[in-house]
Each structure stands twice: as C-alpha cells, then as structure tokens.
Nanobody
C-alpha cells in the first residue's frame, strides 16, 4: 500500500522560508508524479507544484513561481518543496499527493491523484 507522509510545516514571519517534505512508502518514487496542493481557510484547494520524478519535469502555480522549488531524492523516496519569501497568502494546509506516471490527464487536478498525505500546516504572519 502506498502511503505519503507530509512534514516540514510551521509558523514563520513574512519573508521566511520552509522546506516541506513528502516521503513515500510502499513503492518506488520514480514511478510517480508527486503534487503539492494547499487549502487556505475559506478557499478552494489549489495546486501549488508538481514533479514527474522520472523525467524531472516540474510545474508551479504562478503565485509561487520564483519563490518555490520542487525536487526529489530517490534515495530517500522523498519529494521536497522549498518555499522562500513566504507571504501571508501562503498560509494554508499543504498536502502532497501521488499518481502513477502517465496515469492522469492533468497534474493540476486533485481528483487525478490516487494517494494523499495527511497535510502539514504553514502559517505566515505579517
């Protein structure tokens, strides 16, 4: 059974940085596309970034492009989302999700993903 464990959230001030981690167990990481989504209070869930671990291709939502970097470490079966220059509007619960490479139509659609982590809270204060 594939399981995802998200971690690394916390409370920072505006301009701070956090590195979120998503560790996958139950299968090898390079079979998957890993996506990060977030849900802010009172808002819809939003796709933030994704990585095809096999070919290294990445995507970013416009609001984080230039401030976020997604990467993978196959030896640790972990995907990282480094977020810099955090802003109050980044405050949300962040979730990682996995879908088998090629078994989806759009990386931005949450309903394409088969496995989800439990979420990690990011709070940015001004």
């Amino acid at each position: 059974e594939v399981q995802l464990q998200a971690s690394g959230g916390g409370s920072v001030q505006t301009g701070g940085s956090l590195r979120l981690s998503c560790t996958v167990s139950g299968d090898t990481l390079d079979d998957y596309v890993i996506g990060w989504f977030r849900r802010a209070p009172g808002k819809e869930r939003e796709g933030v970034s994704s990585i095809n671990v096999n070919d290294g291709s990445t995507t970013y939502v416009d609001s984080v492009r230039g401030r976020a970097t997604i990467s993978s470490d196959i030896t640790k079966n972990t995907v990282y989302l480094q977020m810099n220059n955090l802003q109050p509007e980044d405050t949300a619960v962040y979730y990682c999700a996995a879908v088998v490479e090629g078994d989806y139509n759009s990386r931005w659609r949450a309903d394409e993903y088969d496995y989800w982590g439990q979420g990690t809270q990011v709070t940015v204060s001004s």
